[in-house]
């Protein structure tokens, strides 16, 4: 028997949906014209939220309401000092997990850390992106301080992880460094995130088109 041609691949490529999301509009001001009046795969693109707490809930209902297979959070990051991360790379994370102290002691399959898709993180890392290890803090980091497990910082990267891996989304981070964590942090992001946002934008933008024309 000859195996099935033609219109089982097409249903394959068509059943991927993703959505991408940002933490707050601005962020999503680039990839929104990327995607404008050109051949993309069927996507949708919303902001979730502010922060670890509003980000859970905002991707939480975006996940209910559009039923992704893929989902891809973009934004700005802080890197850590010591880390090979100038401002204005672009990082992908391998994984996300939450800045807290009092979880670091918990059992593997209780720790406060989410495994990112491989094959999403690996065509970030092919469009351009750097591969790197996230800690979602709970608001910005204003010493000059350098976990030895993380190498940029986020505030809303484990919140979308979590909420992708319940349900069974396949997840990935693309991050425009606009800073670097510490007490310059604020300003220096002040003067860089614009310009980050927009190469973290891009990068996943030729990501996505990788993925879903090889599929």
């Known amino acids: ?120 993180h690996d065509a970030l890392v092919a469009a351009g992106a750097k591969s790197v290890q996230i800690t979602n803090s709970v608001g910005i980091t204003v010493r000059d301080v350098a976990p030895p497990d993380a190498d940029v910082e986020h505030l809303e990267s484990f919140a979308f992880a979590r909420a992708c891996a319940a349900h069974s989304v396949r997840a990935a981070i693309a991050l425009g460094v606009a800073n670097r964590v510490g007490s310059s942090g604020l300003a220096e992001w002040r003067q860089h995130h614009v310009e980050a946002s927009l190469r973290a934008a891009e990068i996943a933008w030729a990501a996505i088109r990788t993925t879903t024309t090889t599929r």
Do not use: Y
Not at 32 to 57: F, M, T, W
Not at 63 to 86: D, M, N, W, Y
């Open 1 to 120: 028997m000859e195996p099935a041609t033609g219109p089982s691949s097409i249903n394959v490529i068509h059943a991927v949906k993703f959505l991408v999301v940002a933490a707050f509009e601005p962020e999503l001001v680039r990839f929104r014209e990327l995607v404008r009046d050109k051949s993309a795969p069927p996507l949708v693109i919303e902001a979730i939220g502010v922060g670890v707490v509003d980000a859970a809930i905002g991707m939480t209902r975006c996940i209910a309401r559009q039923a992704p297979t893929h989902a891809v959070l973009l934004g700005t990051c802080g890197a850590f000092e010591g880390r090979s991360l100038a401002i204005g790379d672009v990082v992908s994370g391998r994984t996300a997990q939450l800045a807290c102290e009092s979880v670091a002691e918990l059992p593997p399959q209780l720790a406060a850390r989410e495994e990112l898709d491989v094959d999403l």
